[in-house]
C-alpha cells in the first residue's frame, strides 16, 4: 500500500518538473537494504515515481541542495527546512530558486534499535505507517540459522532519539504541503536528554566523551551528510597548515569532533543525519545536542526558523551574556 505522504510527493514532484517549473526534485528513495531510504534527484516526471516517504528518510536533503544554482524542489520536514533557511542566510542557496514541498513529519526510526530490539536478526521488511506517530510497527526477517519470525516493536521504543525530542516537526518554510499539519511535541523533554553528561564532574565527561568517540575510522559521512560542513576545503583536509592530524590517534579524532561541532553551534538544526550516517553508530550528537541547548538557552536562538535571522554566534550584543565580548 502506498502511502498518502509518497503519493502527495510523487503527485506534488511530477507537477512541478511537467510545467518546468523547476529543473530538479530533490526527495528520497528506497534504500538498497532494508530500514534505509536514500536521497533521490528526480529529473523527469516519470522518475518521480521512485520517490517515497518512510520512516526511515534521515539524510538530510537540503545538503543536495547547498550550492546548487538551478531551479530546485526539496522534500523536506521540519529539519530540513530549517537548514534550508539558514542556507539562504549564508547564501549557499537563492529564495527564488528554490520550491519546498513541505512535509509534517511524524519522526524517523532508528535502523540500530531495531537490530537491537530484534536482538541482530536479519531484518528484512518493516511494516510501518508513516502516518502513524506513536503505534506499533512489525518487523520480519531470519536469523542466522535460517529461522524467520516476525514481531511487533512499539514505534516510539525504536524512534531516532533527536525525532523523539523535536520541536518543530512542520516544515517552517513551505510552497505546499503534503498532509496537514502535526502537533508540534514529539514526546520527550529535548532539556531533559541533551547533553547528558553536562551533569558529571570534568573527569568523568571526558571519560564519557573519550568512550564515545574512541570508534571512529574518520570516514566523514557524519560531515558528508551535514548541510553545515559545505567548506570547499574542510579543516581537516588542510596541510598549510595542519590544524588537525588525519590518524585514528584519540587525540586526532577528538580535535575532528570538538572543532566541527564548533562549525555547527548555533547552527545546527539537531536533524540526526550525522548520527544516521555513521557507520560505527558514533553518537557525536553528544556535542551538539550540548551546543544546540546552549545557544537555545543563553540567545533563545533556534536555528533556520527565519532566513533573515543572525546565528548568535556571528554577531554582538551589548547584553551579551559573557563578560569578554564587552
Ligand atoms: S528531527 Fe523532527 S522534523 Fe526532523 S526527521 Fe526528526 S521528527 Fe522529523
Ligand atoms: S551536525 Fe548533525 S544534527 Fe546538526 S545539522 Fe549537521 S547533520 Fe544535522
Ligand atoms: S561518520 Fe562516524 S566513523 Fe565516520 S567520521 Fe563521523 S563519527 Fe567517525
Known amino acids: 500500500m502506498m502511502h498518502q505522504r509518497t503519493q502527495a510527493i510523487r503527485a506534488a514532484a511530477r507537477k512541478l518538473l511537467a510545467q518546468g517549473r523547476v529543473d530538479v526534485v530533490i526527495g528520497y528513495t528506497q534504500g538498497t537494504i532494508p530500514l534505509r531510504a536514500q536521497p533521490y534527484l528526480a529529473y523527469t516526471p516519470e522518475e518521480c515515481d521512485r520517490l517515497i516517504w518512510s520512516s526511515f528518510c534521515g539524510g538530510n536533503l ?52 531495531v537490530e537491537t530490539k530484534t536482538a541482530g536478526r536479519i531484518v528484512a521488511t518493516l511494516e510501518n505507517d508513516p502516518e ?70 570534568a573527569e568523568r565527561r571526558w571519560a564519557e566523551f573519550t568512550k564515545t568517540f574512541e570508534d571512529c575510522i574518520r570516514c566523514y559521512a557524519c560531515r558528508d551528510i551535514c548541510p553545515l560542513c559545505y567548506c570547499t576545503t574542510c579543516f581537516t583536509d588542510e596541510s598549510d597548515p595542519q590544524w588537525c592530524g588525519k590518524t585514528q590517534d584519540p587525540a586526532d579524532v577528538q580535535t575532528f569532533h570538538i572543532l566541527r561541532a564548533f562549525h555547527c553551534a548555533g547552527r545546527c538544526t539537531d536533524c540526526g543525519a550525522c548520527e544516521t550516517a555513521c557507520p560505527q553508530g558514533i553518537r557525536m550528537r553528544r556535542l551538539t545536542s550540548k551546543l544546540e541547548k546552549d545557544v537555545r538557552t543563553l540567545w533563545g536562538h533556534d536555528p533556520g526558523m527565519d532566513s533573515e535571522a543572525e546565528p548568535p554566534l556571528a554577531t554582538y550584543r551589548p547584553d551579551d551574556p559573557q563578560e569578554h565580548f564587552k
Open 132 to 201: 502513524e506517530d506513536m503505534g506499533e510497527i512489525t518487523v520480519s526477517g531470519c536469523d542466522a540459522a535460517g529461522e524467520c519470525f516476525t514481531e511487533r516493536l512499539k514505534r516510539r521504543d525504536v524512534k531516532r532519539d533527536n525525532c523523539y525530542t523535536c520541536m518543530h516537526r512542520n516544515p517552517v518554510i513551505a510552497d505546499e504541503m503534503v498532509a496537514e499539519p502535526v502537533t508540534e511535541t514529539a514526546g520527550g523533554d529535548i532539556n531533559a536528554v541533551a547533553a547528558p553528561w553536562e551533569r558529571f564532574d
Open 62 to 113: 537540503a545538503t543536495f541542495a547547498s550550492g546548487r544554482t538551478d531551479r530546485v524542489a526539496v522534500v523536506a520536514q521540519g529539519c530540513v527546512s530549517r537548514n534550508l533557511n539558514g542556507l539562504i542566510h549564508e547564501k549557499r542557496l537563492r529564495r527564488e530558486n528554490l520550491y519546498v514541498i513541505g512535509v509534517p513529519c511524524l519522526g524517523m526510526l532508528d535502523q540500530r534499535k
